[in-house]
């Protein structure tokens, strides 16, 4: 089973619309949780970190939250763009070797 | 800075048939990592180098070898490539330092038939 698991596994929404990415994960212990874009074709690009201590962090219309307690995470779009569509992906780090844990990624498209 | 860098970009193999691919980063960084990254599932790590001269197994090892060939480069190699290995592949940076940001390449397909 993988320690990282993302629903929905894709989502259809229209521009200008809000949207929530779900992450929740058993890695232990705990050091660190990302959230990474990638676009179709390319590489994944960092959007944001959440450590241990932090609760919620924004990047533009992209807000994470992290609840350490229950393991999950979320990452909510605001006012998607077309260019929003893409696969959103959650990675968990561990503090054991640095051991780092990929979801299998959320593909978002927004529609016009 | 390009960052990092891959090739080729596409590649269609025969089974039985080995190849390189090539990675370069231009950030200075020490650690260097090859994922696969399959439909449906998470980035498994293959292989990774946390600096020059050192590399250890990830995830899934099986099939492939690497070389750090110095801090800059970082190749995987197919000796006898298999369908299984149908994927695509990257190739990511990090530098040394704290909470594990990773630079990924755009990737090389690679399909074995």
């Known amino acids: 089973k993988n320690q990282v698991e993302q629903s929905p596994q894709s989502l259809i929404i229209l521009e200008g619309k809000n949207c929530t990415l779900q992450c929740n994960y058993t890695v232990s212990p705990f050091s660190n949780l990302r959230w990474y874009k990638q676009d179709t074709g390319r590489g994944p690009v960092s959007l944001t970190i959440?450590?241990?201590?932090?609760n919620t962090k924004s990047n533009g219309r992209y807000t994470a939250t992290l609840d350490a307690d229950t393991k999950q995470s979320s990452l909510h779009i605001t006012a998607s763009q077309l260019s929003d569509s893409a696969s959103y992906i959650c990675v968990v780090s561990a503090t054991r070797n640095n051991d780092m844990r990929f979801g299998a990624g959320t593909r978002l498209t927004v529609k016009p | 800075n390009a960052g990092v860098t891959q090739t080729p970009k596409f590649q269609v193999l025969k089974t039985g048939q080995s190849m390189t691919l090539q990675c370069a980063q231009d950030?200075?960084?020490?650690?260097m990592y090859w994922y696969r990254q399959d439909p449906g599932m998470g980035l498994r790590l293959i292989y990774y180098?946390?600096?020059?001269?050192?590399?250890d197994k990830g995830e899934v090892p099986n099939g492939y070898n690497v070389s750090r060939l110095n801090k800059r480069e970082f190749s995987l190699r197919l000796e006898s490539a298999a369908p299984s290995q149908t994927s695509v592949y990257f190739c990511?940076?990090?530098?040394?330092?704290?909470?594990?940001?990773?630079?990924f390449g755009p990737g090389t397909r690679l399909t074995v038939l």
């Open positions: 950030m200075n960084h020490n650690s």
């Open positions: 990511a940076s990090r530098p040394t330092s704290s909470y594990n940001e990773q630079f």
């Open positions: 180098s946390a600096s020059e001269g050192t590399t």
């Open positions: 959440m450590t241990f201590s932090e």
